[in-house]
C-alpha cells in the first residue's frame, strides 16, 4: 500500500509540473502574441497619422524657408542702410584705425628721440 501510494504521488506530482511547464510555455505564447498584436497595432496607427506628419513636416519647412528669405532680405535692407549712413557719419573703419597707429608710433618714436637728444645736452 505504501508502494502504491508513493506511485501515486510520484504520478499526480508529475502531473503537477507538467501542468506548471504549460503554463509558463502557455504564458510565453502569450506574450509573443500580445507583443506581434501591439506591434501590428501601433503599424497600423503609425500608418493612419503619416500623412498629418509628412503635411506637417512639410508645412514646418516651408515655413523656415520663408524665414530664412526673410531674414536675408532683413539683412540686405540693414546693411544697405548701414552704407547710405556711413556716407554721412564719420565711421572710423579698420583701415583708419590702422593708419592713427601707425602714426602714433612714428610721434612716439620722434619724442623718444628728441628726449634723448636733450638728455645728451644737458
Known sequence: MARTQKREEARNLRAGLRKVVLAVVGAAVMAKESAQDVARKCVARGQKVEPQIRKTLDRLVEQRRKAVDQAGK?????????????????????????????????????????????RKGR
Open 74 to 118: 532683413l539683412a540686405e535692407k540693414v546693411d544697405g542702410r548701414i552704407r547710405n549712413l556711413s556716407r554721412y557719419l564719420p565711421v572710423v573703419t579698420r583701415h583708419d584705425l590702422a593708419e592713427l597707429v601707425r602714426r602714433l608710433d612714428s610721434l612716439s618714436h620722434k619724442v623718444d628721440a628728441l628726449a634723448k637728444s636733450g
